[in-house]
């Protein structure tokens, strides 16, 4: 089949890397990857787009408004005539006229347009022939579609980059707490430093994995509070050694504005795979990924979670049994089960435009 994977921007996220490894993983396919990122103000992510040129993938930077006139299409594809469309929705529709204009066509003679949500909170459009959530709480989102066009397909992390965790540290030694994530409005609170400096965990270490506009603030406020024994910053960690820096921490610590609801974090999955348990608010998919007690702990507020790191740092016993449990419950979202999943959904579709029932897999 030929699939065509549209999205906003290919900057370096969470949805963009979910889009990188469906292509990658899915090679008996023949792919083109569409974004915009120039109109959009956002600079391609250059590990990206290395890693489609040596996978012989074209990847074009538009105008969405293209999308909308025939030839427009017709330019942008090149004659890539796509038997599948994964648009990797971020909340807004450029797409919308182009779905429209091919919606009343019989399957054999347009794409099928799946659109893959990486978005809470928001109901999603309608006229796509399928819809995939990466978290259960998204259900609410796409209310009035028929169940059996709706699949539930969590994002997965290639435990193969996490070598099985090395022996831990020595009793007594200090607790590195750790998060990694973009440092920009929404994926951080603004107030990160103070809340660390709130919570009062004696013998610990904060450290802050990633970078981005709001690191120069967040490193202006920690020297002004003198913490700079006490938190440090990586900056921006390359993909292929986040199992290393993941390797450091004793626990991460994944909160976000109090605005900001995540779907389904790879930070988190990442982390499982590391085997280092997690304490994050139980808010949005979070807990689709956390079970409390086993992998980590859920927090209802941000005083909760200072509570839940001082209990952490205060009996290493639970801390060890939740290390465990991180490891032990990564493979739940293997990269591996998530590539058969889309397969499996692909098998669908193909049996679709063909003509059979894929619920009786009949003609």
Not at 142 to 150: A, K, L, M, T
Not at 258 to 271: Q, S
Not at 301 to 307: E, K, L, T
Not at 311 to 333: I, K, N, Q
């Amino acid at each position: 089949m030929k699939i065509l994977s549209v999205i906003d921007s290919l900057a370096h996220g969470g949805a963009e890397t979910v889009l990188v490894d469906l292509v990658l993983g899915l090679r008996e396919h023949e792919h083109r990857v569409v974004h915009c990122s120039a109109v959009n103000a956002i600079a391609p992510h250059e590990e990206f787009l290395s890693v489609f040129g040596r996978a012989g993938v074209v990847a074009s930077d538009v105008h969405w408004q293209a999308f909308s006139r025939e030839s427009g299409r017709a330019e942008i594809l090149a004659g890539f005539d796509p038997d599948v469309v994964l648009f990797h929705w971020w909340g807004r529709d450029p797409w919308k006229r182009w779905v429209g204009s091919r919606r009343h066509l019989p399957l054999s003679r347009r794409p099928y347009f799946v659109l893959v949500l990486h978005h809470a909170g928001i109901a999603v459009p309608r006229g796509y022939d399928r819809y995939v959530l990466v978290a259960g709480s998204q259900r609410d989102q796409v209310g009035g579609v028929p169940p059996d066009r709706v699949h539930l397909i969590p994002n997965g992390v290639d435990l193969r980059r996490f070598p099985p965790r090395s022996a831990r540290r020595h009793r007594g030694s200090e607790m590195v707490v750790g998060r990694l994530s973009s440092l920009r409005e929404g994926k951080i609170p603004a107030d990160w430093i103070d809340a660390v400096a709130s919570y009062g965990v004696r013998g610990a270490r904060f450290v802050i994995a990633g970078d981005g506009p709001l690191r120069v603030a967040l490193e202006r406020r920690t020297a002004e509070l003198g913490h700079e024994d006490r938190v440090s910053f990586t900056g921006y960690v390359p993909r292929g050694e986040a199992a290393e820096v993941l390797g450091g921490f004793d626990v991460l610590c994944y909160t976000t504005a109090n605005e900001v609801v995540e779907c389904h974090p790879l930070a988190l999955l990442e982390a499982l795979a590391a085997g280092v348990p997690i304490v994050a608010e139980a808010r949005g998919g979070v807990p689709e990924i956390v079970a409390h007690g086993v992998n980590g702990l859920l927090a209802t507020s941000r005083d909760d979670v200072g509570a839940h790191l001082r209990r952490l740092r205060c009996d290493e016993g639970l801390r060890d049994r939740l290390t465990r449990g991180a490891r032990a419950t990564a493979s739940r979202f293997a990269l591996d089960r998530q590539i058969a999943a889309y397969r499996a959904l692909l098998r669908l579709i193909e049996a679709e435009r063909a003509g059979y029932d894929p619920r009786a897999w009949r003609w």
